[in-house]
């Protein structure tokens, strides 16, 4: 009964262990109150502009651009990317989409969300989003998975008349991630995140050449490539309730304890 009680104990501890690395894998509603985004849009993927999870990026611009924003995404978060075009009174029907790529440049797949979508006549807005599959800290190098590092945005319209051409148009674009948490952990990690020219970066901080990163932010608790999760949490309770639950089948199996040794004649 000693083994068992030491066994429930460290169940216990890693119960409560686990409570506080749940409760980490919550969205924070801080930083969905962060609304000072950028006020501008990039027009290549050089020139993409830079925007943090959470924020609400701007942008006026005119019918026929192509809008580029960048943002960074993590091991273990699954990003959404939201795009909203306020039209001009009057216009045809336009086709607008919203595209995703990674860090090489890899066109990514929407799991969910109205990538493209058609206003027509008379339409003051369309709204367009895609949700991404869920960021990998490794993958192979065949795969086309989502790995960390900088994701870039880009908005356009496919299909205009000639007389919609070059009309004003406001862009917002919002990025927000869920921590899908161990489950989506795997056995590897990246040894640099996908970000443009943080091969060139040299060791010393202070070196301005560091400049030479095309893209600067990164999460806000730094790049982790999946090196902790909760799965360690829970395969530890699985394993103690694994070696509680052989202490009592064992318990039960044994049968009853052997009879004491009576002398003859007693």
């Not at 990026?57 to 795009?83: C, M």
């Not at 990514?108 to 807005?125: D, E, I, L, W």
């Not at 406001?170 to 091969?199: F, N, Q, T």
């Not at 608790?221 to 530890?236: E, F, I, K, L």
């Amino acid at each position: 009964m000693r083994a068992v009680r030491v066994l429930s104990a460290a169940l216990l501890t890693l119960g409560l262990a686990a409570v506080p690395a749940a409760a980490d894998s919550s969205p924070s509603p801080e930083a969905s109150g962060d609304s000072g985004g950028p006020t501008r849009a990039g027009t290549s993927f050089r020139t993409a502009t830079e925007v943090e999870q959470g924020q609400t990026a701007t942008a006026r611009a005119s019918t026929g651009d192509y809008l580029y924003w960048s943002f960074p995404a993590d091991a273990g978060q699954r990003p959404t990317v939201r795009a909203t075009v306020k039209l001009p009174e009057s216009h045809a029907a336009e086709t607008w989409q919203v595209d995703v790529y990674d860090g090489l440049r890899r066109r990514q797949a929407c799991q969910y969300g109205a990538q493209t979508r058609t206003a027509g006549p008379g339409t003051t807005s369309v709204e367009l989003a895609c949700v991404l599959r869920t960021v990998r800290a490794w993958s192979e190098p065949w795969a086309n998975d989502p790995l960390p590092g900088t994701y870039y945005v880009r908005l356009t319209a496919l299909k205009l008349s000639a007389d919609d051409l070059g009309q004003p148009v406001d862009a917002e674009l919002r990025v927000e991630s869920k921590d899908m948490g161990g489950a989506a952990a795997v056995d590897g990690s990246l040894s640099e995140p996908l970000v443009p020219g943080i091969a060139s970066r040299p060791e010393d901080e202070s070196d301005d050449s560091s400049s030479a990163v095309l893209a600067g932010l990164e999460p806000e608790d730094g790049w982790t490539s999946g090196w902790w999760s909760d799965r360690w949490v829970w395969t530890a309770i699985g394993g103690a309730l694994a070696a509680l639950a052989g202490v009592f089948g064992y318990r039960l199996t044994r049968g009853p304890g052997r009879p004491r040794h009576v002398p003859p004649g007693a």
